[in-house]
């Protein structure tokens, strides 16, 4: 039982559109939601069916590129550089938190199924602590899950984002009860075309196990502005396509809800 999650939701009609498509197909279970993204009010109608429907909405954490507090914006290079020297501005980055949380019930009506951060920042030294903190006293018993980074096989992307905060993150989330996913599929440099990612979403899918979160960043149409159009209108073409399907039923792969898929398992 693998969790196949859509980031970004929010970001443009575009991504927007890829979600409720794969959700409808049946081949998404779980979208993580950029607050502060331009169409995240718009898709607020979107959201709330999915939610409907059983599946898991959570929120993107985002500190990086459209964070809801002006002052909260910075480059990742520079929020990583802060983090490891225990300069992060606390005050700042609690109210920052509590502002996506905010905006995310406002939406929702509800507290997220998960919480994970966009570009992984939720992982980082003082932001997981920060973050923790605050699900703990808004969500009490009925926690969100909290998604793991750990790596799966070679390569620099993936060894990277699970060395930055990782294995803290896990050991932080287990301390305090969160549920997590096992490790994390679907990391890659958004470089590839159809057939190089289909190859590698076999390799993932080969590679999974029960728990595991298989993230992607599919949209539909076109999109100037978004430096990975291209590489989200590939992801969307294979996970839409039969292929796809072929090979979840070569490997006896059903895709669930992160969250029941933690209730089976018991983790």
């Known amino acids: 039982m693998l969790c196949l999650v859509v980031d970004d939701f929010g970001l443009h009609t575009g991504v927007n559109d890829a979600a ?3 959700t409808e197909l049946g081949r998404v279970h779980a979208v993580g939601a950029l607050v502060g993204a331009p169409a995240f009010v718009a898709g607020g109608a979107v959201l709330r069916r999915i939610d409907a429907e059983g ?10 590129e459209r964070p809801l507090l002006r ?16 300069q992060l501005d606390r005050r700042l980055l609690r109210l920052e938190i509590c502002a996506q949380l905010d905006a995310f019930e406002a939406a929702l009506g509800h507290g997220p199924a998960f919480v994970d951060g966009h570009q992984h920042v939720h992982q980082l030294p003082g932001v997981r602590e920060a973050l923790v903190t605050e699900l703990k006293q808004r969500y009490g018993a009925r926690l969100p899950w909290l998604r793991c980074t750990q790596r799966v096989g070679p390569g620099a992307k993936p060894w990277l984002i699970s060395a930055l905060g990782g294995a803290s993150a896990r050991k932080l ?6 549920r997590r996913n096992r490790r994390l599929l679907g990391v890659h440099d958004f470089r590839c075309g159809v057939a190089q990612y289909a190859q590698l979403l076999a390799t993932w899918l080969s590679a999974g196990r029960d728990g595991d979160l298989l993230m992607c960043h599919p949209a539909l149409g076109s999109q100037p502005h978004d430096p990975l159009a291209a590489a989200r209108a590939v992801e969307y073409s294979v996970l839409t396509g039969q292929l796809f399907l072929r090979m979840l039923q070569a490997r006896g792969i059903s895709l669930w809800p992160m969250s029941q898929i933690l209730e089976r398992l018991g983790g």
Do not use: N
Request: aromatic residues 6%; glycine residues 6%; without cysteine.
């Open 71 to 86: 002052r909260s914006s910075r480059p990742l290079s520079q929020i990583v550089i802060e983090a490891y020297a225990r």
């Open 173 to 178: 989330a287990d301390k305090h009860g969160f």
């Open 20 to 22: 409720q498509r794969l």
């Open 55 to 64: 599946l898991d909405v959570g929120l993107h954490l985002d500190l990086t």
